[in-house]
């Protein structure tokens, strides 16, 4: 991580909006803790590309995360070594057979083996890797509520919903607004459930990452006079099928596999 010499050299750097995207306070508390080598600089999401360029941080910024979640992926395939799959099985609405659990994420059959490999015909990233062993770990045999509700309503919400809209939210919106027939072939390619009624939005849509975490996307398009809108909720039981911070990398990972599908669509 790069070296400053204060942390007003931060600072400048900063469009000084403290708009919280970061989830620190102010613009100040976060170049503090960039300051102190707590946070990458990449951290801020309105910094221009040029600028983490500049100051040589985007490739060690990227290492650095990437390094991190490598770390963080194989102490969860030791967790899983711990692990019943058969009672796990169970709790997350999936199947237990030949040594292996199998999940349908997304309407693909995923499965893991008791080493904690993941074995699927789909490719697995870190953004997938790290919800599903999470949610092999923490999920309760708790049934879902059927009640929606947004990130921030949910426990431990308020200190990520921020980030979760700048993150998640917009970005999906705006692959809504700019190939809406895309945004629906999508959902259906992934057995996405329309659903009717639902916060007075053109398209309602649940798509089932895991069996027992379902989310719903509600989009509303532009209209004269009107902005369109996008909203992504979960079930209110969802922080016992795995913790706040994983929802979000989940919603994150998401928006990520639209975004290249998109790009690939519009491509050829």
């Known amino acids: 991580m ?10 400048k750097l900063l469009n000084k909006s403290n708009c919280r995207k970061c989830n620190e306070k102010t613009c100040m508390a976060f170049a503090a803790e960039v300051f102190k080598g707590n946070r990458p ?10 600028i983490l360029e500049t100051h040589g941080l985007e490739h060690s910024a990227l290492k650095e995360r990437s390094d991190e ?5 194989s102490a969860m395939q030791q967790q899983i070594q711990d692990l019943d799959l058969l009672t ?7 199947t237990f057979a030949d040594g292996r659990l199998t999940l349908t994420c997304l309407g693909k059959p995923v499965s893991i083996d ?26 309760k045999d708790k049934p879902l509520t059927g009640r929606w509700v947004p990130l921030r309503e949910l426990k431990g919400g308020k200190d990520y919903f921020r980030l979760f809209n700048q993150r998640c939210e917009k970005p999906l919106k705006k692959i809504a607004d700019d190939h809406t027939e895309l945004f629906e072939d999508l959902v259906r390619l992934f057995k996405g459930e329309k659903v009717e009624d639902h916060y007075e939005a053109d398209i309602s849509l649940v798509l089932r990452p895991f069996p ?3 989310v719903l996307i509600c989009y509303l398009k532009a209209e004269e006079g009107m902005a369109s809108d996008l909203n992504v ?9 795995m913790p706040i911070r994983t929802l979000y990398t989940l919603g994150a ?13 519009w491509t050829f």
């Open 2 to 11: 790069a070296q400053f010499k204060n942390l007003m050299e931060v600072l």
């Open 41 to 50: 600089l990449s951290d801020c999401p309105d910094l221009p590309p040029e």
């Open 69 to 73: 979640f490598l770390t963080l992926i």
């Open 88 to 94: 796990v099985a169970q709790r997350v609405g999936g």
């Open 114 to 139: 008791m080493n904690g490999k993941i074995i699927s015909d789909i490719h697995v990233n870190h953004w997938f890797a790290i919800p599903f062993y999470s949610h092999l770990t923490h999920a």
């Open 212 to 214: 027992t975490v379902p």
């Open 233 to 241: 909720f979960f079930d209110e039981g969802a922080e016992e099928k």
């Open 253 to 265: 990972g998401l928006v990520n596999m639209f975004e290249k599908i998109a790009l690939r669509h």
